[in-house]
């Protein structure tokens, strides 16, 4: 959250600090938030809902058709949280009483809403004029207006008060009622709830109903806010809200949840998306961050269960030090040792988040006090390369370390061994230890310096990976010096060819 502030300010502080920006900064967060707080109750409970985003855009087609074709406002609110609530009974009822699993039922409902939403709409965005804007509308998602001349806030969105007042309900329910307390036990060991006389069933049941409640309480307010709804609107908004929730500290496979977590979650979307924008950048990068967010909250809260800093001093800087100084000490360890493909996967995912995180500080401080330009592959300084690095670097090594793995086996199998792939993997990982120095000629690279130097920052990484190969190779697999050294010439051969052909491939569309 602080990098994000902080990144903000830096793109455009006059825009970015301003009042309204950092007040509609907070309405963003509306629909994410109130929805999210279900999602909550619902994933604290053991079960979670993909078809949100596509039941708040029915909702909300339903509120702008019935009302434009003249039945009374109160009326249409009313009959689609009533809709809403009996959807949510609906997944319940087929998740709890029949056993179907959340995720295919849920896939399943959010396709059927989207066709649902295509047939009200009729394809067309339904909109609410100006001029029969009901005052029902106003109070649920409306925007107040302060002031005409100039003024600290000229506009309040009436969905900020929403999004508070539930945060501060949803925080009640799940921490201070014992409903609350049920949904934790239901999510955190089902069984064990169920002995103690918890309807476990009965739970899910409502955790469904109210967050459908909220996803059209959310629908609503999104349409008086925009007054209008279209065929695409809610598309992606459940992958948001399941990321904003797990990023907020629920834990993905139930049993406790935090609802102030959640606002923050779906604060730091608001925050991205303003960012960007902000930069220049629009949304083209927004699907990139939100995919990112997933995939980190995700391996956070796997991570999390067991989280301890052994993991960088245990899976990273012993064996480092190992490497360095005993060179084949280390390796002869690796082979005597059944550790399994775990440690060394985590050893190059540790390196690799050192490489992005230097990098990125590299650029941002660079281009900030210089001005230097940086183009490396898709990367570019600023918003853009929170989004990109982390992708190349990722893809970069894995590919790396994955090809190098295939050719280097390939070449002990020729010359004859009796280990398998995984051992082969471990050494090639092991290896390139030094991979941990690539940010250097990734930034010299990137800032145009003489193809020399970038070549001598290069070799500071790979002339030792090729010696840590070749011992990786013979105490690993067993054979002669003279059969790992003509592995690993194999090996650089293959790389050469795949080098070149790509380099070749390259020039033919300059």
Sequence with gaps: MSVLLALG????????????NLVG??????????????????MVSGEFDLSVGSLMAVCGALVATMYGTGYPILFVVLLVLLFAALYGLFQGLMITKLGLPSLIVTIGTLTLLRGANLVILQGQTA?????????????????????????????????????????????????????????MFTGGNQESAQRTGIKTDHVKIINFMLVALLAAFAGIGQLAFTQAVSPSTGQGTE??????????GTNLFGGEGSMPGTFLGALVFALTQNILVLAGLGVRLFQVFT???????????VLSRDVRIEYLTDDYIDPIKEIISDT???????????????????????????VTFVTLVAITVVDFAVGWGFSFAIVSPGVAALGTLPLVTFMSMAGLLLLTAVFLHASVKIIGTRRDFDTTLQGVIYSFAPAVLLFLPILLAGWDFVMPVV????????LPSLYLLYSSTQILHEVSRRNAALSVVMTVILWALVVAFTLTQISAVN
Excluded at 9 to 17: P, Q
Excluded at 164 to 176: E, H, K, Q, S, T
Excluded at 334 to 349: C, H, K, N, Y
């Design 127 to 183: 909109t609410i004029g100006s001029d029969n804007y009901p005052n029902l509308l106003f109070y649920i998602g409306g925007v107040a207006e302060l002031a005409s001349g100039p003024a600290l806030l000229q506009q309040f969105p009436i969905q900020i008060v929403w999004t508070i007042a539930f945060l501060v309900l949803g925080y009640y329910v799940l921490n201070r009622t014992a409903f609350g307390y049920r949904s």
């Design 328 to 354: 084949s000490g280390f390796f002869e360890y690796v082979r005597s040792d059944v550790q399994g493909i775990d440690e060394p996967l985590m050893f190059a995912t540790i390196g690799t988040l050192i």
């Design 239 to 248: 992958l948001i809200v399941i990321a904003s929730v797990v990023i907020g």
């Design 291 to 301: 995919g990112i967010f997933i995939i980190s909250a995700v391996l956070i809260e």
């Design 9 to 20: 300010t830096i793109v455009r502080a006059d825009v970015f600090l301003s009042t309204d």
């Design 25 to 42: 900064i907070v309405r963003n967060t509306a629909v994410t938030a109130i929805i999210g707080y279900g999602m909550t109750m619902l």
């Design 455 to 462: 070549a001598v920052a290069a070799a500071l990484v790979f």
